[in-house]
């Protein structure tokens, strides 16, 4: 990062259900890391998967981030209307002979595991399920539909995270060629948060652990496309006690912003900034100058996941 710079953040929702107590915290983390060094702070609907959207629910999210008093810097983007973006992407990395057509269904990778002898069976479960074993590399598949696939290499990707430290990965050995573009013609949210990180500055992620996995990926293809790579940090995502993340699949109650104060107060404390008792009693306003002045990464529990007491 240049030293002139200027800190950009985002929050990149996916309207999928209300906002929920997890992406609070992703919202609140993100902000006061960008606000706290005079930076911006970009809100993205990650919209792209349109068969998992639930109607109304963006304009629900940020009905609630604006009564919890977050303000965002310029037009939220939308992710839906920007496909031409990842496809100029895409054709890039076509043109480094770096994509395949892959016709392959969960139940053929599966299976071409099943054929081999046992004792030559490579440990196929990864980072993200089965390692994709590259079947389609060396295909030259001509009929519809197909997935685009892009080739990784053997060695391995190291980054600092902020919060969760020194992360390494091997995508060849723990994930496999990856899908950027599906079958069924929707980008992959891997290339299409790579792109728009890129298209709007964006200097650094904060989001939840639960992406701490794909961020090897994310460098990935910022090499590849010749993009700089952001800071990250990964704050710890809230749990229940079956150790599942609290998501709008768990059911996780939606945050309403009657309870802004006690719900900022919360995740306040979640994310080890120890707010004062005194600050029960004040407006959403007043919490979030408390903690503009307060904020440190650095207490932030070094943890993946935290069950929410
Ligand atoms: N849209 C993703 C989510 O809601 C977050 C993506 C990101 O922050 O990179 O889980």
Redesign the pocket.
Known sequence: MGLNQITIG?????P?GPLHFG?LL?ALA?YLEAKTKQGKWLV?M?DLDKPREVLGAASHILRTLEQFGFEWDGEVVYQSQRSELYQEALTQLEKKSLIYRCKCSRKEIADSYNHKPVHQAPAHHGIDGLIYPGTCRHLNITEMPFSSRIKVSNQPISFNDAVQGIITQNLATQLGDFVLKRADGLFA?QLA?VVD?QAQGVTQ?V??A??LD?TPR?IYLQHQLNYPTPTYAHIPVASNVAGEKLSKQTLAPAITSEQASSWLIKALDFLGQTPPAALASCSHTEILSWAKAHWQLAKVPKQRSIVLA
């Open positions: 985002r929050f990149a929702p996916s999928t992406s992703a993100s993205r990650e949210y948060v990180d992620i989001r939840g639960d992406l794909s994310q």
